[in-house]
């Protein structure tokens, strides 16, 4: 049985990708992405209420790394209408990488408060439809080993 040159090239790719993600998008063991209280940047699907047109703040550490991956859940019982970006941080750019998955970069070097804000709209099953305003405080610190990027 052979494999085929792209075959290969696939699966290789995935296999790199899926290391990438296992070890915070940063390659250092000690960098991290971490929300305040150490749930590793999991938004709790409770903390959010669409229906009442609700706001949540959330904190988010970046200690030595670049870039932090943040998925948004939507609770048992909705179903989403829309997700989109609402501001851009004045520190980094933000992308949507799927529906309910968003990717923050910060700029090369810099450490400090940056922010953006998320818009995730859903209806709650037989009742009303709205939207959570999602604010992102991302604290950009040196890593255990000094690192900054």
Known sequence: ???SGRGF??????LGLGLVFALGLSGEADASCLRKGGDKGALKEAELHPETNDSVTLLYWLEGVSVCMIRVPIPDGYEMIETQIAGQPVWGVVKQIDR?????TKNSGYLGMDHFSVKVCAKKRFATSGCTHI??????IKGKQG???
């Not at 090239?9 to 995935?14: A, I, P």
């Not at 309910?100 to 923050?104: A, D, K, S, W």
């Not at 604010?135 to 950009?140: I, L, T, W």
């Open 147 to 149: 690192q900054v990027d």
């Open 135 to 140: 604010q992102y405080n991302m604290n950009s």
């Open 1 to 3: 049985m052979m494999c």
């Open 100 to 104: 309910n998955i968003f990717q923050y």
């Open 9 to 14: 090239v696939r699966s290789f790719g995935l």
